[in-house]
């Protein structure tokens, strides 16, 4: 597993004796697609890692679910609530693919920070890396069109286009389905 570790890109700052603290809580696991591996409105007790395919981050609306996270090869899966305060998410997390994940114990990862302050930081740098990445998206989302929105998430995860529900896309960018179409059809 160690080895293992070491090939994530989330890992590659850890020193050797970090990766085996890590690697000794850590399961990987198979998924199927559809699975709903993290709950809204339920404490997750589990942090994971994707290893491959892809999933999704959705809240519930009225009559319609909310899309506002993909992920993929590499990324961190964790509902925030649960993770900051123990207490139940707000969010869904879908799998889109079927997946290979590494998944670890929130209570044994406490642990681990709370023993070794290299892996408490490389926790509280995920943390503060996704916390940035949801910004970005809330400022995109509140200042920049559409169009523009599409043309971001075409240049920074352009094999998602082809691998994910057009309506799960639209959902992500705030607009209908028939919007992401025009807004398809004028960048051919």
């Keep these: 597993m160690h080895n293992q570790l070491k090939n994530i890109s989330i890992f590659k700052s850890l020193s050797d004796e970090a990766l085996d603290r890590l690697a000794a809580i850590s399961l990987e696991v198979q998924h199927q697609k559809g699975k709903i591996l993290i709950y809204a409105d339920k404490t997750e007790p589990h942090f994971y890692i994707l290893l491959s395919g892809i999933a999704r981050a959705y809240s519930d609306g009225e009559n319609q679910e909310i899309t506002f996270w993909f992920g993929q090869s590499g990324d961190v899966l964790f509902s925030f609530n649960s993770y900051i305060n123990n207490k139940?998410?707000?969010?869904?997390?879908?799998?889109l693919d079927d997946c290979?994940?590494?998944q670890m114990k929130l209570s044994d990862l406490?642990?681990?920070y709370s023993q070794h302050l290299e892996i408490a930081n490389w926790g509280r740098k995920i943390a503060e890396q996704e916390l940035i990445a949801t910004e970005r998206r809330l400022i995109d989302r509140a200042f920049k069109g559409a169009a523009e929105r599409y043309q971001d998430f075409?240049?920074?995860?352009?094999?998602?286009?082809?691998?994910v529900a057009l309506k799960h896309i639209a959902s992500y960018l705030?607009?209908?389905?028939v919007t992401l179409s025009r807004i398809?059809?004028?960048n051919k």
């Design 110 to 112: 406490f642990s681990l």
């Design 88 to 95: 139940p998410g707000y969010e869904n997390i879908e799998l």
């Design 100 to 102: 290979c994940l590494l």
């Design 154 to 163: 075409l240049t920074q995860s352009p094999e998602l286009i082809k691998r």
């Design 174 to 177: 705030g607009v209908t389905q």
């Design 184 to 186: 398809r059809a004028a």
